[in-house]
């Protein structure tokens, strides 16, 4: 599956690029991330998998095949995680009986989005002119940094710890360093300036533990900023 994407993703940089018209963009965005976790290693009563606030920034540029389909490139800045609260019970790992447990996991990764653009011209609004911007493609995106932060409640006392992420695919990693997925959105363009929303969700299990998959997703709320247009 991942060769044919890349093979398709290639072909279709490579053709009539050498007649494309080029523009420049920056793009900045907040993102509600989250992990897809999936296995036997969950209490479903009593732990909890939560969403986080995170952000995109970075560059673009566009390559534009005709009037209304376009390539677009772009390399992001992008932060991904997400929070683990756990239900008081006995005999917890954290030693004595634990109130409450919570886990924050921060990941950044360096992300290359691959879209391909279709534009729909919907005439003019309050005098500016007004296109409708839909895309799609795939992502690859490679975690440059990460903390975990924790904090056990236990025994009336409050503990808490910060690690930084070890990226790789050894027993001793936390997670996997490389993410490839699938992202679409929708927005619109008023002149030079852009505003929408994106979904991406990954495709690869970032997780080394052999009892549960852990897959990255975001929904982002972003602007786009065109030079020279």
């Known amino acids: ?3 044919v994407v890349l093979f398709f993703v290639a072909a279709v940089l490579t053709a009539n690029f050498a007649q ?3 523009t420049f963009g920056a793009r900045a965005g907040v993102s509600y991330v ?13 732990d909890r998998i939560l969403p986080k606030i995170g952000f995109q920034i970075g560059g ?3 390559f534009a095949l005709s009037d209304a389909l376009s390539i677009q490139p772009g390399l992001l800045i992008a932060t991904k995680g997400d929070k683990f609260v ?7 790992p954290f030693g004595g009986t634990s109130s409450s447990f919570k886990e924050n996991v921060n990941m950044t990764y360096i992300q290359i989005p691959v879209n391909a653009q279709y534009k729909i011209n919907l005439g003019e609004i309050a005098g500016s002119n007004v296109n409708l911007m839909i895309h ?5 995106a490679y975690a440059i940094g ?10 009336g006392k409050t503990k808490k710890n910060t690690t930084s992420i070890k990226f790789g695919s050894g027993d001793d990693d936390h997670y996997k360093p490389l993410d490839f997925g699938l992202g679409a959105g929708v927005g619109l363009e008023i002149e030079n300036r852009r505003v929408m929303i994106e979904f991406n969700r990954g495709l690869t299990n970032i997780s080394n533990a052999s009892a549960y998959t852990v ?13 020279g247009k």
């Not at 756990?86 to 917890?92: D, R, W």
């Not at 799609?136 to 690859?140: C, E, I, L, Q, R």
């Not at 990460?146 to 025994?155: H, V």
């Open 1 to 3: 599956m991942k060769k």
């Open 20 to 22: 494309a018209q080029i």
């Open 34 to 46: 989250g992990n897809g976790i999936y296995g036997g290693a969950f209490d479903l009563d009593n």
């Open 60 to 62: 673009l540029a566009e």
């Open 86 to 92: 756990k239900k008081a019970e006995e005999g917890s």
């Open 136 to 140: 799609a493609g795939p992502y690859f």
């Open 146 to 155: 990460g903390k975990i932060k924790t904090e056990a409640k236990e025994d």
């Open 215 to 227: 897959t990255n997703w975001s929904f982002v709320v972003g602007v786009i900023f065109l030079f």
